[in-house]
């Protein structure tokens, strides 16, 4: 049996998506920016995607910018927003468990003479909105806070921050990664209070390379990528048709039948939290239920390295990630496990289990055997 | 503008009877390696002489670069071959040849002619000064050196003219195949690969043995032993690699014996299981990467206890070497880079904190009698399941 629970990190393509990818490559290959033909059919696929996501996002599509994925849209927003408005102010808010495509996009505008704030987290991985209120600034031009983090699946209050955003004097950029959220939740940036929003293509079963970053038209920002004008001349470089039609129909396939879908990702996540936190020795990570996001399940198991348990599963023919990556002359230990305050018995310890509308219960059973059944085994050999 | 390269070769030069053995070796290990470079390269022997002659168009570079990884070549000699159609033709090429190649002009110089057919109209001395003249002619600022000349231009008289100047080193040693074949204990470490290759340049073929410990070791460190072995194989040729599945012995020992001889034991284990291999396969020795002291399994104590399991010999290229000339060579072998990927070290429960330094061989032998009721099988099986990869 083959049990694919590292979703989180990518996900198997919708058929219908792939289809298009291939018919966008073989039929339809031209280039939009050609004045014939073919150039305005290869145009048409950009268009019906950018339909299918603003409706989706209730945005207007020339809001819409497609690009190769969460990385860039993260840079496109924080680096080019933080370029153009600089004039009104070189402070910038994040989380200290952002993505590193935000966390390095700050580093790299710190070297540029903006100051950053780094907000901490609580033990369920939620930045507080005092601790944000406390770190606004006259000069604070951008926060940038994810919706759902990629390691522990815990949700941040975005509603909230928008709107206390909006009540500051002056105008405070709202920047929000949904990388690991767009599919899974409904969302709606103007009601939110949020300005941009980076989503990727390949985290919603469409292909890789690809995603889109929403601006509201009202923002400024400045382009990283300089060339042949496209994308209004903030996104340069021949538009990725087959990529961006692919993200088009994940867009409309993973919204299908979403609230059964979505219950029964929670259904799945409670019965495995519940079963997986019977067998000794087991920390979860995050919050239950609806309070943190529906397809991420972090656990700690005492005495067993994460990479050892990775692989033991994988010859079950489960896949799943660790919670840090093992560099073994310097483990880097994972900066959201250590946020929010996860012990150092586990921090070696902890396995990411991402789930997709595909999972059936039958694997999650199947999983929680084999961890039953491994837990002990590899608990006899452990270090001294 | 090099048709050909002459290549110089050593050692095997002073093989007596063998001589020819060793020339067709070289032959056939010039051919594999000139496989990876893109060109139609004809390799002949010719009276004690080697020729790669190019048939067509190719990449300079990228040809000394493969030849130089071929041992047992002492030099590379880029090689202009002219049609015989005259002395004065001769003298005008070769003029035109030191103009493109020395353009300064300024050097001291030699001519060295060796005339291999000897109906050529002029003999040898009669060729190196009447040439001689005609290049202080044609390049007033050069001067005749015959003692030691910045430019020692070799004129060879055969069916064609062939005329070269310079030697580019070889990396020496002798070919690959003349010197049997030894199996190389493998880990996805710096050394062993340095090991490998050293060996090999002795002539030595070689096969290789790694120990995979899954799942306490991934995939991928799999997959970086398999790079290393392509690495070493650009200079040995196709590598037999069998990847052994150790986890099993590695779990018994862990049970059975005192922790702190985990790793000479499971060594002793890997040596035995290699030795196996490797008289199977037709292996004379072994090969490993150790050097005294460098870890604790590596004092010249530990080392005794690891070779006392196994009778073939067991070689040691790098026993005297510091660190620092490992890491040298594993660069210039171009193994380093993928050597010091970490993804080794996930077996590191194994590795007690405290491991003997300094072990006991009489106790690490009674330790071992602990294992007498599995690990024999067990050995037999992680041999017969052996996988086996080619590489390169």
Redesign the interface.
């Known amino acids: 049996m083959q049990v694919y629970l590292d979703n989180s990190a990518t996900t198997q393509c919708f058929p219908a998506a792939a289809a298009l990818v291939l018919k966008a490559l073989t039929e339809d290959y031209g280039n939009p920016s050609s004045m014939h033909k073919k150039g305005v059919e290869a145009e048409g696929y950009i268009r019906e995607a950018k339909e299918i996501i603003a409706r989706n996002l209730k945005v207007r599509e020339k809001e819409l910018y497609f690009t190769s994925g969460g990385t860039e849209s993260d840079n496109m927003a924080v680096i080019g927003c933080a370029l153009a408005n600089q004039r009104a102010g070189k402070h910038l808010i994040t989380s200290s468990i952002e993505h590193p495509a935000v966390l390095n996009a700050m580093k790299h505008l710190e070297e540029e003479g903006f100051s950053v704030t780094y907000l901490p987290v609580d033990e369920a991985g939620r930045v507080r909105l005092s601790d944000l209120e406390a770190a606004l600034r006259e000069d604070t031009i951008l926060v940038s806070i994810m919706h759902v983090n990629n390691e522990i699946g815990s949700v941040q209050p975005v509603g909230e921050i928008g709107a206390l955003l909006k009540k500051q004097g002056h105008p405070v950029l709202f920047h929000v990664d949904a990388v690991q959220s767009y599919g899974k939740y409904v969302i709606h940036p103007g009601r939110l209070g949020i300005d941009l929003l980076t989503a990727s293509g390949h985290k919603i079963h469409g292909p890789k390379g690809t995603g889109f970053l929403y601006k509201n038209e009202r923002v400024k920002m400045r382009p990283v990528v300089f060339g042949g004008g496209q994308e209004k001349g903030l996104r340069s470089g021949t538009e990725n048709v087959p990529g961006i039609a692919g993200l088009g129909a994940a867009v409309r396939e993973i919204y299908r039948d979403f609230e059964a879908r979505t219950d029964r990702m929670y259904m799945l996540k409670e019965l495995f939290r519940e079963e997986v936190s019977r067998i000794e020795g087991v920390a979860l990570n995050g919050l239950p239920g609806r309070e943190s996001a529906p397809h991420v399940i972090s656990a700690g198991f005492s005495g067993v390295r994460s990479e050892v348990l990775l692989h033991a599963l994988e010859e079950r023919g489960i896949y799943v990630s660790s919670g840090s990556a093992c560099a073994s002359n310097h483990p880097s230990v994972s900066a959201t496990l250590k946020g929010i305050g996860v012990k150092k018995e586990f921090l070696d310890s902890t396995i990411r289990f991402s789930l997709s509308i595909h999972t059936t219960e039958e694997e999650i059973r199947y999983t929680l055997e084999n961890l039953r059944e491994l837990l002990p085994m590899l608990r006899r050999f452990t270090r001294h | 503008m090099f048709q050909a390269f002459l290549i110089k070769y050593g050692e095997i030069g002073i093989k007596g009877k063998n001589r020819y053995l060793f020339e067709d070796a070289l032959i056939h290990q010039i051919r594999h390696a000139l496989k990876e470079v893109d060109g139609q390269f004809r390799v002949t022997k010719e009276q004690g002489r080697i020729y790669v002659e190019a048939l067509e168009e190719y990449d300079y570079e990228e040809t000394v670069g493969a030849l130089q990884r071929v041992f047992g070549i002492v030099g590379i000699c880029p090689t202009v071959i002219l049609e015989d159609e005259g002395f004065e033709k001769l003298a005008q090429d070769a003029v035109a040849y030191l103009r493109e190649e020395y353009p300064e002009g300024n050097q001291t110089f030699k001519v060295n002619a060796r005339r291999a057919r000897k109906d050529y109209p002029m003999e040898s001395m009669e060729i190196n000064r009447e040439l001689g003249g005609r290049i202080l002619d044609a390049f007033p600022d050069m001067r005749v050196d015959v003692h030691n000349p910045r430019i020692m231009l070799n004129i060879e008289i055969r069916q064609k003219i062939y005329v070269y100047s310079q030697i580019i080193p070889g990396p020496g040693g002798m070919p690959v195949g003349t010197n049997g074949k030894s199996m190389l204990l493998l880990s996805g470490g710096i050394d062993s690969p340095v090991a490998g290759y050293m060996v090999a340049k002795r002539g030595v073929k070689i096969d290789a043995v790694y120990f995979h410990a899954?799942?306490?070791?991934?995939?991928r460190a799999k997959q970086k032993v398999v790079d290393l072995a392509r690495k070493v194989s650009r200079y040995a040729g196709p590598v037999y690699l069998y990847v052994v599945n150790f986890t099993d012995i590695q779990?018994y020992i862990?049970?059975k014996c005192p922790?702190d001889e985990l790793t000479i034991i499971m060594r002793r284990y890997m040596m035995r299981i290699a030795e196996r291999i490797a008289e199977k396969t037709g292996s004379l020795g072994l090969i490993t990467g150790e050097s005294i002291g460098q870890v604790a399994s590596q004092t010249v104590q530990s080392l005794a206890a690891t070779n006392e399991v196994c009778t073939m010999p067991v070689f040691r290229p790098l026993i005297a070497f510091d660190k620092e000339d490992i890491i040298r060579i594993s660069k210039k072998i171009d193994t380093f880079e993928t050597s010091i990927q970490?993804?080794?070290?996930?077996c590191?429960?194994?590795?007690?904190?405290h491991p003997v330094t300094k072990p006991n061989i009489k106790a690490i032998r009674r330790s071992e009698t602990h294992l007498a009721e599995k690990i024999d099988k067990m050995v037999e099986e992680a041999i017969e399941s052996a996988e086996l990869l080619v590489v390169g």
């Open positions: 899954p799942p306490y070791t991934s995939e779990l862990y049970e922790h970490p993804f080794e070290d996930c590191t429960i194994f590795v007690a904190k």
